[in-house]
């Protein structure tokens, strides 16, 4: 899984939460590995609904410049930390869209279809970066726990996937973590739109991880409320994921759409 490599996350924090490690072991092995993340639109106070508001309040930030504020600087320096550069792109998340999803039920359920149209424009968009090149492997996130911004970019990695782009999915964290049985639930959801699945040994860069999450201070208070100690949780994690290979992170391969590669 070495060489150039784009990592997509759909929020500020889910690279580094998921499979930092292994973007840290890229970066270390002189690939460069780029961080994109998806769903960082400016934010104005009218796009700050209720639910959103709510949102904020459990971050503890109050105005919507603030937020945008903070959450930047925390996964700049994150990506920082793993060795990598981020781009933020112009979506708003979903609890900034319109009325669309107004409570967790409707952020962690199934996506409108209006918004799986997206995902062939997003595909492209991600294509005209900068930072594209042609013989790069793309990361997007499983999709565990369901949350319909993790689906989009999924749904995106299958249209990539589908012009001949070589792509991996990353197990989306905290939800793989505090919800086992959301691993197999997606995985059966999936079908065969994913292929068997790739051990990376993380036990040199599982520090670079920690030290990454760490960076969101806004947010691992409210991620990480299951536990006091996410650096255990985490490392618990990496070592029951790696069994005898040590800490590690899994990713599964993507599918073409009607195709089983
Ligand atoms: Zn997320």
Excluded at 116 to 131: F, I, V
Aim: charged share 25%; net charge negative.
């Amino acid at each position: 899984m070495f060489g150039p490599s784009l990592f997509i996350q759909p929020h500020y924090d889910d690279v580094p939460l998921s499979c930092g490690g292994t973007l840290a072991l890229l970066a270390e092995g002189g690939h460069e590995p780029r961080m994109i993340t998806e769903f960082a639109s400016e934010l104005v106070d009218e796009m700050v609904g209720e639910f959103a508001a709510w949102k904020h309040e459990r971050w503890k930030v109050k105005d919507a410049e603030q937020v945008l504020a903070i959450r930047r600087q925390e996964d700049a320096e994150a990506a920082q930390a793993l060795g990598s550069s981020v781009r933020w792109l112009g979506l708003p998340d979903a609890i900034y869209r319109g009325e669309r999803y107004k409570s967790d039920p409707e952020l962690f359920g199934v996506l409108k279809p209006e918004e799986l149209e997206l995902t062939a424009h997003l595909a492209e968009e991600m294509r005209q970066l900068p930072e594209w090149r042609d013989d790069m492997q793309v990361f997007v996130p499983l999709g565990i726990g369901s949350h319909v911004d993790h689906q989009l970019v999924f749904e995106t990695g299958r249209r990539l996937a589908s012009g001949g782009v070589k792509v991996f999915a990353y197990e989306d964290c905290p939800y793989a973590i505090h919800t086992p049985a959301g691993v197999a639930a997606r995985l059966t959801a999936l079908g065969n739109a994913v292929g068997e699945p790739v051990i990376m040994p993380i036990a040199k860069t599982l520090q670079k991880r920690l030290e990454s999450i760490a960076c969101y201070r806004s947010q691992v208070p409210v991620i990480f409320r299951f536990t006091s100690d996410f650096r255990a949780t985490v490392t618990d994690f990496a070592i029951k994921t790696g069994g005898d290979a040590g800490p590690a992170e899994r990713f599964w391969p993507v599918h073409a759409y009607g195709g089983s590669r």
